[in-house]
């Protein structure tokens, strides 16, 4: 390769690693759920969806079959290969790889999140063929919010558990449906109620969820002991999600990536350049 071709190549590289704002976000190993340790199906659960492993690896980008396609804030995943279901009484323990941390890197400061199978329901009218009449879009409401009551706690070792105050922690199955196209490690703005999606089309939703792709997003400083006194929990393995009235499904958990600052993209790769013409330089002396 001549040193110009070279300089070319790396100049075409750069271009392709920075992402906007000059934030990247540092790569986790296996950022789902590795392994069930407990499942209780609970009361009310139909028996094909009492298979805990489908809560296990990535949530859904994609529904399988006839009737499938991408999932999206429209299109919730709803096969028994997706989704485990939890009813009242019902209990889930999933193990990570990787550890949940308490990072202030994270995002508002969320370390996972709990993907479902709630919707943004499109309130557009229908026309005589069953279409909808002009593009789709919410009302803000969504398919399954208020379905169960869920309480999420973590933990260290499997033995010892610490409850999410349930003040502050998002019940499940309700915002924010899942965006198989989003990343799954950034987490929605938790701000975001759900009329702030009202009128919104798909391409609407997606501007507020900002690249994320959805989930219920958790906070390990929400813990608390059996007494309701906040515990210090810097880091965790086991995440354990219960139903106290209701019903409902699970399709994976994620851990959230810390934002990680690095130089301005053009800054850094000018100046590369800028050492490479200077090197370009010190050979032409020598000649
Ligand atoms: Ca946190």
Same mark, same amino acid.
């Given at each position: 390769?001549?040193?110009?071709?070279?300089?070319?190549?790396?100049?075409?590289?750069?271009?392709?690693?920075?992402?906007?704002?000059?934030?990247?976000?540092?790569?986790?190993?296996?950022?789902?759920?590795?392994?069930?340790?407990?499942?209780?199906?609970?009361?009310?659960?139909?028996?094909?969806? %009492?298979?805990?492993?489908?809560?296990?690896?990535?949530?859904?980008?994609?529904?399988? #079959?006839?009737?499938?396609?991408?999932?999206?804030?429209?299109?919730?995943?709803?096969?028994?290969?997706?989704?485990?279901?939890? #009813?009242?009484? #019902?209990?889930? %323990?999933?193990?990570?790889?990787?550890?949940?941390?308490?990072?202030?890197?994270?995002?508002?400061?969320?370390?996972?999140?709990?993907?479902?199978?709630?919707?943004?329901?499109?309130?557009?009218?229908?026309?005589?063929?069953?279409?909808?009449? +002009?593009?789709?879009?919410?009302? &803000?409401?969504?398919?399954?919010? +208020?379905?169960?009551?869920?309480?999420? /706690?973590?933990?260290?070792?499997?033995?010892?558990?610490? %409850?999410?105050?349930?003040?502050?922690?998002?019940?499940?199955?309700?915002?924010?449906?899942?965006?198989?196209?989003?990343?799954?490690?950034?987490?929605?703005?938790?701000?975001?109620?759900?009329?702030?999606?009202?009128?919104?089309?798909?391409? &609407? =939703? *997606?501007?507020? @969820? /900002?690249?994320?792709?959805?989930?219920?997003?958790?906070?390990?400083?929400?813990?608390?002991?059996?007494?309701?006194?906040? =515990?210090?929990?810097?880091?965790?393995?086991?995440?354990?999600?219960?139903?106290?009235?209701?019903?409902?499904?699970?399709? &994976?958990?994620?851990?959230?990536?810390? @934002?990680?600052? =690095?130089?301005?993209?053009?800054?850094?790769?000018?100046?590369?350049?800028?050492?490479?013409?200077?090197?370009?330089?010190?050979?032409?002396? *020598?000649?």
């Amino acid at each position: 390769m001549k040193f110009h071709q070279f300089v070319v190549s790396v100049i075409a590289a750069s271009t392709v690693l920075p992402l906007p704002g000059g934030v990247a976000r540092a790569q986790t190993p296996n950022p789902y759920a590795a392994a069930v340790t407990a499942y209780t199906a609970g009361t009310g659960v139909a028996a094909k969806y %009492t298979n805990p492993n489908a809560a296990l690896g990535e949530p859904s980008r994609v529904t399988p #079959g006839d009737f499938g396609g991408p999932v999206d804030p429209f299109s919730a995943p709803y096969l028994d290969s997706q989704l485990v279901g939890l #009813g009242v009484g #019902g209990s889930l %323990t999933l193990r990570f790889d990787s550890p949940i941390r308490n990072d202030p890197a994270h995002p508002y400061g969320l370390d996972f999140q709990v993907f479902g199978s709630s919707f943004f329901v499109v309130t557009n009218g229908l026309d005589a063929n069953f279409n909808y009449i +002009g593009t789709p879009a919410t009302d &803000g409401s969504v398919f399954g919010d +208020g379905a169960a009551q869920t309480r999420v /706690s973590v933990s260290a070792d499997g033995v010892t558990f610490f %409850t999410l105050n349930p003040a502050l922690a998002p019940q499940i199955k309700a915002l924010f449906p899942t965006d198989g196209a989003g990343d799954f490690g950034a987490p929605v703005n938790p701000a975001l109620k759900s009329a702030d999606f009202a009128g919104l089309t798909l391409a &609407g =939703v *997606r501007a507020l @969820y /900002s690249s994320s792709g959805g989930g219920a997003g958790f906070d390990l400083a929400w813990a608390q002991d059996s007494g309701g006194h906040a =515990v210090s929990v810097d880091q965790a393995a086991f995440v354990r999600i219960d139903v106290l009235q209701g019903k409902t499904e699970i399709d &994976g958990v994620s851990l959230v990536r810390p @934002y990680t600052a =690095v130089p301005e993209p053009g800054a850094w790769a000018l100046a590369f350049i800028g050492g490479l013409l200077v090197m370009a330089g010190h050979r032409s002396d *020598r000649r």
